[in-house]
């Protein structure tokens, strides 16, 4: 069965920089997009990224210039690069397949 694993979630402080990691398996990965999105509390689930099969990359406005998402099909997984957090990127990030697969989510809490 299709299964997609968050890591890489943590503490931040403002201005600094994590990377998510979301190992994918079940399905054929390398012709399919793949998704970010995150949920902060009391908030509506967001798409943050998403990156095509084809590499083409498209983000929320909010992240734009400070997240990049990438892939890695030969290892099966898609990356969210995060620099220069701001303390509202705090959220819960899930990785996404279309055909409505979700991962577990990973917490990411930005604070001094």
């Known amino acids: 069965q299709v299964q997609l694993v968050e890591t890489g979630g943590g503490l931040a402080q403002p201005g600094g920089s994590l990377r998510l990691s979301c190992a994918a398996s079940?399905?054929?990965?390398?012709?399919?997009?793949l998704r970010w999105y995150r949920q902060a509390p009391g908030k509506p689930r967001e798409p943050v990224a998403t990156?095509?099969?084809?590499?083409?990359?498209t983000y929320v406005d909010s992240v734009k210039g400070r997240f990049t998402i990438s892939r890695d099909n030969a290892k099966n997984t898609v990356y969210l690069q995060m620099d220069s957090l701001k303390l509202e990127d705090t959220a819960v990030y899930y990785c996404?397949?279309?055909?409505?697969?979700w991962g577990q989510g990973t917490q990411v809490t930005v604070s001094s």
């Open positions: 996404y397949r279309p055909a409505n697969n």
């Open positions: 990156i095509m099969a084809n590499g083409l990359t």
């Open positions: 079940g399905f054929t990965f390398s012709v399919s997009s």
